[in-house]
Structures are given as structure tokens and as C-alpha cells.
């Protein structure tokens, strides 16, 4: 089970809302680990999964590692290696992870957000959803 924080739960109901996103994540930075602390329309036995993410495993920990977004144009399909198999048990194609990054450049938080059609998110979307990531609440 994960400690939800429900600041950052109705934050991401509205951020997936807003992008027209079907199932998302939120997992804050603890040491070198992720730990959920937001999910939407995520299924019981993913989250049981990705209660605690490893520094650098799967789409959010090469976020948090690279501090940069990391995209997959669709989860059922991808073999790029950052998509895990509980991941491919969510409903959805296209997936992002954005790092949200504090004043000081290091990550506090990554965000999740998936869609039900595939395809590629362009540079001018990411960088706009970067920046709404930033308000990310405590």
C-alpha cells in the first residue's frame, strides 16, 4: 500500500483532466527511491508494485536519473527496456514521466500521465507540461 497525499492527489486528477490523459502517477523522491503518493485510474496490483520505485528502474526512475522526461509512444509495445511489465497492465498507450525538479535542479517528485491513443508527445507539449509540473504541491 502507498501513503497517498491528497494535495498531490487532486493535483493530478486535474493535470491528467486538463491533458485529456486516462491514468497517472505521482511518486516524490526518499533517499535514492520514488515513493508513490498519487495514482489515478492505476490497478490495485500495479500500485502494489509501484509503491516504491528503484533509483533508475522503469519510466519514472530514468526520469529521475536523467532529469528529463522519458516518453514511450505506447506501453503495450515498447522494448526499449524502460517499460516494466506491471506498467503494461495499465489500460493505456502513450506515457510520460516528467521529473519535477526543486529550486536547487534536483528531482523532488516525478509525475506519470498516460493516454488511451499512442503516439509521440512533441518537444513544445513536454516543455509546457514540464513547467505545470513545477507547481507540483508539497
Known sequence: MYEENQA????????????????????VQRGQDLYLTAAHNIPPNVIAIVA????GKGMAGVAQVKKEPV????????E???IKPGAKAVNAQAAIALPVLDDAGAVRAVV???????????SAEEQAMMKLVAALPQ
Open 8 to 27: 498531490q492527489q487532486k493535483w493530478l486528477e486535474s493535470f491528467i483532466a486538463q491533458h485529456d490523459g486516462i491514468a497517472g502517477t505521482v511518486h
Open 71 to 78: 516518453q514511450t509512444c505506447n506501453l503495450q509495445t515498447d
Open 112 to 122: 506519470g500521465i498516460a493516454w488511451s491513443k499512442d503516439g509521440e508527445i512533441g
Open 52 to 55: 516504491r520505485v528503484p533509483r
Open 80 to 82: 526499449t527496456g524502460n
